[in-house]
């Protein structure tokens, strides 16, 4: 199975849509936490959500999101801090290479009255390779599942919490077609509360991969080449950097 949509350990269970390939939010499992069935969390994709996107320049990098104004999602509340325990569908196998999944993630923050529009972007966490594994493949040995912290400076509000996954393996590829990252992307709403009073700087999206096709080309299957590789892009501002 292919990377999939994320949603919140005990708060929401995610469940794949049966013969249309999409993704959905099934509801809340926990009544501790955000209670209420109707709990929706994440923003709804389109374009057969298990399957990557492969156009670093396409708008659909945002959140590939079908609806970001979509009243109807119901943000997950968390103090600046603390940790958002995400689930992920599966991590597995790319419907397009037939190959395992090796690559980076990471985690961007932007607040929701922008509607992800424009410079407004930033990141708050990536991982690449260690220990011998990519961080894909950390989230496949810990059962699928994914801590992401807040940095504890990020202000309160609500925000877009963009994941993503990027699939190496298909970056030394043969066919024009699948040759490149492939990238799973996904956004979810959050309420940040806290004291956090930082102004990070912001990215446009999609624009954080401009020019770095090359910086893309890896042999994921190297422990040599994956403890070299760095991910391209912005890196955490230094108003949220080591104040969690």
Same mark, same amino acid.
């Given at each position: 199975?292919?990377?999939? $949509?994320?949603? $919140? %350990? ?13 993704? @959905? ?6 009544s501790?936490?955000?209670?209420? =069935? ?11 959500? #298990? $399957?990557?996107?492969? #156009?670093? =320049?396409?708008? #659909?990098?945002?959140?590939r999101?079908?609806?970001? @104004? ?5 943000? +997950? ?51 690449? +390779? ?8 950390? %989230?496949k040995?810990?059962? =699928?599942?994914?801590?992401?912290? %807040? ?7 609500? =925000?877009?919490?963009? !994941? ?59 422990? !040599? ?5 760095? $991910? ?13």
């Open positions: 199975m292919a990377v999939k $949509i994320i949603s $919140i %350990i005990g708060a929401v269970l995610l469940l794949a849509r049966s013969g249309s390939g999409q993704t @959905y939010v099934k509801g809340n499992t926990d501790t936490v955000n209670s209420g =069935y109707d709990h929706k969390p994440m923003y709804p994709s389109f374009r057969f959500a #298990d $399957i990557p996107i492969m #156009d670093m =320049y396409s708008p #659909d990098l945002t959140c999101s079908v609806d970001m @104004y979509d009243k109807t999602v119901k943000p +997950f509340s968390v103090v600046a801090g603390s940790m958002v325990p995400l689930t992920f569908d599966s991590v597995d196998i790319s419907p397009i290479t037939k190959e395992a999944i090796k690559g980076p993630c990471t985690f961007y923050l932007s607040d929701t009255k922008t509607k992800g529009k424009g410079a407004v972007w930033f990141p708050i966490e990536k991982e690449s +390779f260690g220990g011998g594994l990519w961080c894909s493949e950390n %989230i040995k810990n059962g =699928y599942k994914h801590g992401v912290v %807040i940095p504890k400076e990020v202000p309160p509000g609500t =925000y877009y919490l963009r !994941t993503e996954i990027i699939d190496l393996d298909s970056s030394i590829g043969d066919e024009d077609f699948t040759k490149g990252p492939h990238f799973y992307v996904n956004c979810m709403a959050i309420t940040v509360t806290g004291s956090g009073k930082a102004s990070p700087k912001g990215y446009k999206i999609p624009g954080i991969y401009n020019n770095a096709e090359s910086k893309f080309k890896v042999d994921a299957s190297s422990a !040599t080449e994956g403890a070299k590789f760095v $991910i391209p892009g912005p890196v955490m501002d230094a108003s949220l950097a080591f104040k969690l």
